[in-house]
């Protein structure tokens, strides 16, 4: 693992502090989860070095931007006006990252390992699409599936471990928090949080196995915007 890191910080001040911090990285492996003794590294549990690929979880870019925003308590207003919209603190996170490495399977075990389903050979056709296409285009065919066919038998398949990028995403988080003084070392927190705010699509990975009908094809999505509301006594 390999990367190169940058931190922006402005501590909290003036009513409000902002972290950001940047990561560029690289990840190689011969197994990113399972265990090598288990002969569960990849479809060669007999020449681990042709299991070497970028890990499960590369992720060669990654921005995470969170901040914490109080807001005026509008002192010297109508105490109505005051304390419905004065004093309120809103903190946001906004995340965005590459996607993450795949593998494509042929679906069958022509390698005769036992070992279950194989890589696939390539066609010598880009796996690439143009860009610039529509969502609605990329969940239909995110890969070129004509780049790739069945392995020869008695091979592990041409193509290697996590060559192919699943969609990148990004995200942001909001809430908003207000205190309101009950009785002297009692207070009520009113806290409303929103996942994924601006309702934004992003999309899951394709499905990489060659003999599946929906071979190419994006049939997940993260999960939508979800808010809750929440009240909390602090003693």
């Known amino acids: 693992y390999h990367s190169v890191q940058f931190t922006v910080q402005k501590r909290f001040s003036h009513g409000f502090s902002i972290l ?6 690289k990840s190689i492996d011969i197994a990113s989860y399972a265990t090598i003794e288990g002969n569960s590294a990849g479809p060669d549990p007999f020449n681990f070095n042709n299991n070497r690929g970028l890990s499960d979880f590369d992720t060669p870019q990654r921005l995470v931007i969170s901040g914490i925003v109080e807001h005026p308590r509008l002192g010297g207003r109508h105490a109505v006006l005051r304390a419905v919209a004065g004093g309120w603190q809103s903190n946001f996170i906004f995340t965005a990252q590459s996607g993450t490495p795949i593998s ?114 994006i049939t997940s999505a993260f999960e939508p915007r979800i808010g809750q509301l929440a009240i909390k006594l602090i003693f």
């Open 104 to 217: 494509v399977f042929s679906g069958v075990d022509n390698a005769l390992m036992g070992v279950g389903s194989n890589r696939v050979d390539l066609t010598g056709q880009s796996w690439e699409l143009p860009g610039g296409r529509s969502r609605g285009e990329q969940v239909l065919a995110w890969f070129d599936r004509a780049a790739f066919r069945q392995n020869a038998l008695g091979t592990i398949g041409q193509l290697g471990r996590n060559m192919l990028r699943a969609p990148g995403a990004w995200n942001a988080d909001y809430s908003v928090f207000k205190e309101f003084p009950v009785v002297e070392g009692l207070r009520l927190q009113f806290r409303g949080e929103f996942f994924n705010v601006f309702n934004h699509t992003r999309l899951g990975g394709p499905n990489t196995t060659f003999t599946s009908p929906l071979f190419g094809r």
């Open 20 to 25: 950001a911090n940047y990561t560029v990285s």
